[in-house]
């Protein structure tokens, strides 16, 4: 989230589930130095959150493999076809078993970070 919130983009969005976790990030982006984008954390579910105008989202080992296909289910709708591309950190097997019946999202790129965390990069189709 602060990675991304020093980077020249419109805004970097951030969501946890975890009132205590949100409260953390939220301190975290009032302290970063070296901000271009507008940063916001927001405490609610993922499976509640409104993806219409997202296009990059980026995914830290945050929930089990059933509540992924729900986010999935409403990243797309809330899509409605237009380009998304996401990165994945620390994907399991049942993680890849979900993004695979997702036929809407391809993956460019997988490969293991400097921590064995599996990373996969997916995006929409050209």
């Known amino acids: 989230m602060c990675l991304a919130a020093r980077h ?69 709708s809330d899509r409605q076809g237009r380009a998304t591309r996401m990165a994945f950190v620390m994907e399991s097997v049942g993680h890849k078993e979900v993004f695979s019946r997702h036929e809407w999202l391809t993956c460019c790129e997988r490969f293991e970070d400097g921590d064995k965390h599996i990373v996969a990069f997916y995006r929409t189709p050209k």
């Open 8 to 76: 020249k983009i419109q805004r970097a969005i951030g969501i946890e589930y975890s009132s205590t976790r949100a409260d953390v990030a939220k301190r975290n982006v009032a302290r970063l130095r070296g901000r271009r984008a507008d940063a916001k954390i927001f405490c609610q579910a993922a499976e509640e959150t409104d993806y219409t105008d997202v296009t990059a989202l980026y995914f830290f080992n945050p929930f089990e493999p059933p509540l992924l296909d729900s986010v999935l289910n409403k990243i797309r």
